[in-house]
């Protein structure tokens, strides 16, 4: 997707669909590409492993896939070298065929046209990121639904970026999922899903000036995992430390600011409220309400879940890193704190309806 700036793609054009090994300066890279610096000026984040090509020596890491790039920490290396290496981790089959299913549900005319297309972007999930059958990576999800989703200008692109490189980078890969499970629900008006997508976002923005502090980040990351353990991070001794209080008003305070500045980017701005809920766990151990699972909507659980179960910071995309993922991550092989995050009832309802596509799909076949 390209913006009215000119930047906006989250794919250089070269697809890659076959693995091939090759080799260079005695590093050996799958799917490598040579590229120089002017093919990624329009370009978000790094569709591959992005490597310094120096006149002499080991190519350099400089961006890993997914990351965010920008364009004033590549003009450093620009200086010494006018060529870059790029090792593909994407796989151009996959993301093509998944597009084509959302193209479907955008395109839709009519009730039954929605209907078709759902099923069918969902059955297509089921065979990768559900089942495994088909070998998919997380970056290919994060590319499909950037190309039909990801509709943030250039300035607030880099605006997300400067904000947290991390969360930006954790955004691209969760805000499929919500999306995916909205789907799942029931949820087909395409213009809120693109809402939902765009609040993925904005779920863990930081709202302080002076930027977000490592220690809120490491109570973050705590928490996600074991709730009370971040907030217990942030006391000095049995005295509450000076971030607490505002990492636990931290939901309420960013739905207000991000509803007074950012609303016009939201076609129901409504949907903004929902970070409210952010924090919650369905097992009532979260904040700022202590919610459980009664007090929460099937949409509110499915963000939770999602914003819970992938790491904040120092993520790293693999290929085919996606095949199955889900389903092994909330059943086959569980995440540890999956009873604070996984409701009883999502849990029923996504069993349900993904065994429903297994069955449809057997019957296809």
Known sequence: MEDKDGRGSFLLEEEVATTSESTYHGKK?????????????????????????????????????????????????????SQLGIEYIKNGEVIANGEVCLMMLQKARNYNEVLMARSKYLSWFYEHFWMGKKKCGLLDLGIIFSRTFYKFDSEMTNHLIDNSFD?????????????????????????????????????????EEKGIGFNTIKAMERERQKSGTGVSLLFIGENPGPELDLFLKSPLERTKKIYEKFSHLFNSPDVINLIKRVNEKVDSKGFPFSFSEINLTD??????????????????????DGTGILKKLLFTNPVENISEILSQRIQYMISHIFSEIGRNSERAS
């Open 29 to 81: 890279f799958l799917n490598f590409q040579v590229l120089n610096f002017k093919e990624l000026e329009k370009t978000i984040v790094s569709v591959g492993n992005i490597y310094w090509l120096k006149k002499v020596g080991t190519p350099l890491m400089i961006l890993k896939a997914g990351d965010p790039i920008e364009q004033s920490f590549l003009n450093k290396y620009a200086k010494l070298s």
């Open 167 to 207: 969360f930006f980078k954790r955004s691209i890969i969760v805000a499929p999922f919500i999306v995916t499970f909205a789907m799942a629900l029931g949820y087909t008006d395409f213009n809120f899903l693109n809402d939902i997508y765009k609040l993925a976002f904005f779920m863990n923005y930081n709202v």
């Open 299 to 320: 949409l509110e659980m499915t963000i939770i879940l999602f914003n819970n179960l992938f790491t904040f910071t120092n993520i790293t995309l693999e290929q085919d």
